[in-house]
């Protein structure tokens, strides 16, 4: 199973980003897993920023990002995106994408990163000031 996440670089604040993820492998049906986006700071924990639900009916974000960005998916291209608007200097951080095979989303459980099966190599997105 690979995750491939892409679409980081350097915005100023204010700005957007658009991340994908796409995910393939010879046994990995997508519509069978959850997929989560973390992000990682310099010296700072992983934290959780969104989570989708296998068919994209149930999201759940981050406080820190909500009604800033959107996740959703696109189950035909195999693919998750984060839309990333009104950014700021605090978002600057790799972003990842992971799975789980979980049947449904818990915002209690998936939040949390070692849930996750599997994880994208991360892709890194900086808002200057």
């Known amino acids: 199973v690979q995750l491939q996440a892409s679409g980081g670089g350097l915005v100023q604040t204010g700005g957007s980003l658009r991340l994908s993820c796409a995910a393939s492998g010879r046994t990995f049906t997508f519509t069978d897993y959850l997929m989560g986006w973390f992000r990682q700071a310099p010296g700072k924990e992983r934290e959780f920023v969104s989570v989708?639900?296998?068919?994209?009916?149930?999201?759940y974000y981050a406080g820190s990002v909500k009604r800033r960005f959107t996740i959703s998916r696109d189950n035909a291209k195999n693919t998750v995106y984060l839309q990333m608007d009104s950014l700021k200097p605090e978002d600057t951080a790799v972003y990842y994408c992971a799975a789980d095979a979980a049947d449904r989303l818990n915002t209690t459980v998936h939040i949390s990163s070692r849930h996750y099966d599997y994880w994208g190599q991360g892709t890194q997105v900086t808002v200057s000031s």
């Open positions: 989708i639900s296998r068919s994209g009916g149930v999201t």
